[in-house]
């Protein structure tokens, strides 16, 4: 059969795309997830300056394609003296892009705590990091785990844009296997979405899985 | 920091162009992913459970897959097959049925926010199922999904940057030009993305409002 011939050829690269994959993922999830936490909490801070700055850096992430993100830091920033190679470039953009979105939800949870929970512990005598740790974000992490998760998801198909600066990752391996090899596109541009998928929808069905748990708990109270 | 505004003006037709072209395959993909969501929301929530599971397929591999993905299948796999479209036109497929998926969602759940009695009573009433959703459900669905609506429009003018590696003259496309030529990547790319923050922000606010006001 054609499509296991191909399949069998493509299989071993394709795997190293993924490995490239993941690891973009990887780093730019775990420094968004620290950037969108620290922008969130400035989002919700009562010191204006904080919440201005947040702002401006919130809706020009949000406001313009990841793509020209990654152009302007790879193609722009070397013209003011920053020159970043593709891994960094790609790493980098994506992290910020997505700890725009993150900053969002953290701040949207934070806001969703009742305000006489801040004034109770204030009252106790904490400090107001003291608050944080112990009363406001165990709660604000239950309530933002299942959108976090879901920006997640869109964080790892993100990276397949980090392709078109030259990072072989999953798509641009494909890409590569589907003009220098000549093979069937369909079959080879198939299995990279397979790939995808099969990184993407177990994060789905966890975030479901999350929600109905988070909504359980709250029935119960 | 060298910005050149003389380069801006001398592209201005370029830009001009690419804005008008990112406006127009946005509100083209809108329009039919809209109507693709709206039949696809209306199969989400049927008791049918074909129906049903070729849709929640279609909506899981969607939005399992990257729109690169997609793209690149449709774009260079369609050809394969000896189907030719131009560049404006796999675009629009492209982010008609990357968008449809989303707005299946975003349908699903507003038909979902309407009270049960309200079909319960428009049935009682004697309306078929097709009138009880054209005059009941669906315009009270309506006003809940606008505002996650107008978020996803937000998210559709930005996919359309992808479509610059299809040969679609949109903004990023304009910026890649006026790089190609004048060797000025600030001006390109920069004014791209003030280009693309204009409509996203006017969006983004319209959004802001419309969920306000429904409160």
């Known amino acids: 059969m054609d499509v296991i011939e191909i399949s069998k050829h493509a299989i071993p690269f394709l795997m190293k795309g993924l490995y490239v994959t993941a690891y973009l993922s990887f780093i730019s999830g775990i420094l968004a997830i620290i950037i969108g936490m620290i922008g969130g909490i400035c989002g919700a801070s009562k010191i204006f300056l904080l919440r201005w700055v947040y702002s401006i850096y919130v809706n020009i992430f949000r406001g313009t394609p990841f793509l020209i993100q990654l152009y302007i830091v790879y193609f722009v920033l070397p013209s003011f003296g920053i020159t970043l190679n593709v891994y960094e470039a790609g790493i980098g953009t994506l992290a910020f892009n997505s700890g725009a979105y993150i900053s969002e939800i953290v701040r949207a949870g934070i806001g969703a705590i009742p305000k006489e929970q801040s004034e109770a512990a204030l009252s106790l005598g904490m400090t107001p990091y003291l608050e944080m740790k112990l009363v406001i974000f165990p709660q604000v992490i239950r309530i933002i785990i299942p959108p976090l998760v879901g920006q997640l998801i869109l964080l790892v198909k993100d990276t397949s844009v980090i392709s078109l600066i030259g990072v072989f990752d999953l798509i641009k391996v494909g890409r590569e296997l589907a003009i220098a090899s000549g093979e069937n596109p369909i079959i080879i541009y198939s299995l990279v979405a397979l790939f995808y998928f099969i990184i993407c929808y177990p994060l789905y069905c966890f975030s479901i899985f999350v929600e109905k748990r988070v909504r359980l708990h709250y029935d119960s109270l | ?63 399992s897959t990257p729109l690169l993905a997609q793209l690149y299948l449709i774009f260079f796999g369609l050809p394969y097959l000896g189907i030719k479209f131009s560049p404006f036109f796999t675009g629009v497929i492209a982010l008609t049925l990357n968008s449809g998926a989303y707005i299946t969602e975003i349908v699903r759940s507003g038909i979902q926010a309407i009270p049960k009695g309200q079909a319960e009573a428009s049935l009682s009433l004697g309306m078929n199922y097709f009138s009880m959703m054209r005059r009941i459900i669906l315009p009270q669905a309506f006003l809940i999904i606008i505002p996650p609506l107008v978020g996803q429009s937000v998210v559709l003018v930005k996919d ?55 409160n």
């Open chain 2, 160 to 214: 359309t940057c992808l479509m610059s590696i299809i040969a679609y003259t949109e903004l990023t496309r304009a910026a890649e030009i006026v790089v190609a030529n004048s060797f000025a990547p600030s001006e390109g790319y920069l004014t791209s993305a003030f280009l693309y923050l204009v409509i996203c922000y006017f969006l983004m606010k319209l959004s802001k409002y419309l969920e306000k006001r429904q």
């Open chain 2, 1 to 63: 920091m060298d910005f050149n505004f003389l380069i801006v003006k001398q592209y201005l037709p370029v830009f001009r162009t690419a804005f008008l072209n990112t406006l127009y395959i946005s509100s083209v993909s809108l329009f039919f992913a809209l109507i693709v969501g709206v039949i696809g929301g209306l199969c989400k929530i049927s008791k049918n459970k074909i129906i049903y599971s070729v849709v929640s397929i279609y909506v899981n591999a969607i939005r």
